[in-house]
Each structure stands twice: as structure tokens, then as C-alpha cells.
């Protein structure tokens, strides 16, 4: 026979034996060492017949050893070294899927660290954005007795001044208001606003302008208010960012003198966030697991 022929008949006998799964799984084993017939039987787990058909149609790519177990020959070696080779290029092993139970309690897993970490960043918001009143102080004139003639206007001065050491002065009478006191609180977690007021009280009928002035001489705010029932109105709206002097005017727009009593009060009121730094911690908490995924992912894209 020709060498030619013989070439042939063992591509054509090694092509064949690595059609079938088992036999490619056979010459697998014995790439490990040599095997007894039992040894086979149990590892591949099919009847006697099978496994016989099976090694009868390697032929030529086994052989047996003196112990009387199978072996890989020359030829099978190659097959093996061929196999893998396939195996290499196109080959890949699927992974196996995941049982249902296993899908199932990853779902509920990522489901419940998602629902923590909105619960957390719904908490931090909370605690970050909740404000407390902590307590102030007033500085009250009431009844301030006036008289305004018609065309005419009455004025009264707010003038506040920051010092940051006592003594502090405050001085009132029935046109101005004049305190000292310490600067206030503006931090993030506590700050502290000044507004102030008054309120009138005028008997018969009246026509009146009303202006707010701030410390720079600008308006405020302008309007009017008339009446004939002596009603008190109060007043609270104005709030005091700077030191300096406010001013509150009120004109006469009517044809007779027009008489009664102002109230002024000055209010000092002091905010805090008392949870500010806990809603912080929670925020940090609750980006831990994000931040780690996309850390993750990122690595697994920059290329070795």
C-alpha cells in the first residue's frame, strides 16, 4: 500500500472518530492516562455495548497496554493535539445556565439593594433639607401714639448695628429704633433671620401711603391702605439682610388730621439643620454599591 494511501486512510480514520461526543470524550480520558474498560464504563456512564462499539470504531487511534487497559497510539495522541486545537479557534464551551431558582434570587437580590439605596437616598434628602426652629428674640414698641395732618408724613427709623463684643445699646422712642447686638449665625446647619413689622390702629376715616425703605434708601415696598373702622392691621414682611437704617413712612392722602398708634417689633429668629451631617453620611452610604459597579465596569473596558 502506497504512503499516500496510508496518510489517507488515517486522516480519514481520525476525522471519523471525532464526529462522535463520546469517542471525542474517550480519547479525552486516555490523554490522561491509560484506562481499564470498567473505568471507561463507569466515567461515561452508558452500557457495555455502546462503550464496545465505541472503541471498536477508534480502531487504530488506541491501543492496549499490557495491563490490559486502553491507551492513546501515535495516532491518537495527534487526534487529541488536533482536538484542541478546533477547540482553541472555534470550540468554546458554553457556559452552563443558571437554574431558575438561582435567576430568581438574583432578581430579588439586586431588587432589594436597589430599594436600600433609594430608601437611603430618600432619607439623606430628608435629613439633609429639614430645618428646626431653635428659639429667638422680639424687640416690641407698641402703641405709639401719632398724628398725621393732611399731605404730611410720618417716619419711623430702624437703624441695626453689628458689633461683635458687648456692651450692646438699644435705645427706642416714638420715631426711631436703634440696636446693637451681635452678628448673626449663617453657617449650613444654622442661621438666623431678622424681619420686622408694625402694625396700626387709626380712628374715623383715613387714606394712607405706606413705604418700606432698606438700609440703601431703596423701596421695598409701596401701597396704599384706607379705611373708616379703626381696625388693627398687622404686618409682618419684611426681612433685614443687612445693618444699616430701614424706614417705614406713612402719609396722609385725606383732607383731615388723622390720629391713632403704630406698633414697631424687630424679630430675630434662629434656624439650625440638625440632621444635615447624618443625610450626608446616608448620601455616601447609598453611592458605595454604584460607585463599585461603575468602577467595575470601567475596568473591565480599559484593555490590559
Known sequence: MSEEKVEEETYSLIFASLKHPIRRKILRMLADKPLAFSEILDALSIDSGHLSYHLENLGDLI??????KYGLSSIGIAAVKLMGGVEEVGEQPTPPRPS???????????ASILVVILALVASSMFYMDFVAYWGGEDREIPNIAITIFPNQTFTYNITLVYKEEAPWTNITNNTFLYMERRPPINTITKWEECSFGFSFNFSGEYRTRMR?????????EEWWESGDDGAKVPLWEWLITKSGTY????????SEKISGCI??????????????????????????????????RISTKIPP
Open 247 to 254: 424706614r417705614v413712612e406713612i402719609k396722609n392722602l385725606g
Open 63 to 68: 491501543t492496549h497496554t499490557v495491563e490490559g
Open 263 to 296: 406698633g414697631i417689633a424687630v424679630r430675630w429668629r434662629l434656624f439650625a439643620k440638625p440632621y444635615y451631617y447624618y443625610g450626608i453620611a446616608e448620601l455616601v452610604i447609598a453611592s458605595i454599591y454604584p460607585a463599585l459597579i461603575l468602577v467595575k
Open 100 to 110: 431558575l431558582s438561582k435567576v430568581v434570587l438574583s432578581v430579588i437580590t439586586k
Open 212 to 220: 418700606i425703605y432698606d438700609s440703601t434708601g431703596a423701596i421695598m
